[in-house]
Nanobody
Framework: QVQLVESGGGLVQPGGSLRLSCVAS????????MGWFRQAPGKEREFVAT????????LYAGTVKGRFTISRDNTGRALYLQMNSLKSDDTAVYYC??????????????????WGQGTQVTVSS
């Protein structure tokens, strides 16, 4: 079955950096676009970034553009999110998601077929 396992979250000071990873199994990773979402306490899950199946197209939420970078390694079946210049507003649980088949860009929750369990990111001094 599809499994997505995130890691790399933690506590970081404002202005710091973190790199999230998501290891995929149980499906043809290179055939699916992928994405990152996040959910803060009391808020809905929101789009962060998405990347096409070949890695040639990326899309970011306006709140993270220029600070976060999404990438993927199809050979290693892994998705990454490099997060720089972190702010307290970035505090949330971050989820890796598998886009539905033949969905090129995935900025909406309904574009996704499976999610990982999430990894906590806390930005605080």
């Amino acid at each position: 079955q599809v499994q997505l396992v995130e890691s790399g979250g933690g506590l970081v000071q404002p202005g710091g950096s973190l790199r999230l990873s998501c290891v995929a199994s149980g499906f043809a990773f290179r055939d699916h676009s992928m994405g990152w979402f996040r959910q803060a306490p009391g808020k809905e899950r929101e789009f962060v970034a998405t990347i096409s199946w070949g890695g040639g197209n990326t899309l970011y939420a306006g709140t993270v553009k220029g600070r976060f970078t999404i990438s993927r390694d199809n050979t290693g079946r892994a998705l990454y999110l490099q997060m720089n210049s972190l702010k307290s507003d970035d505090t949330a649980v971050y989820y890796c998601g598998q886009c539905r088949p033949r969905t090129y860009e995935c900025p909406r929750t309904e574009d996704y077929a499976h999610w990982g369990q999430g990894t906590q990111v806390t930005v605080s001094s």
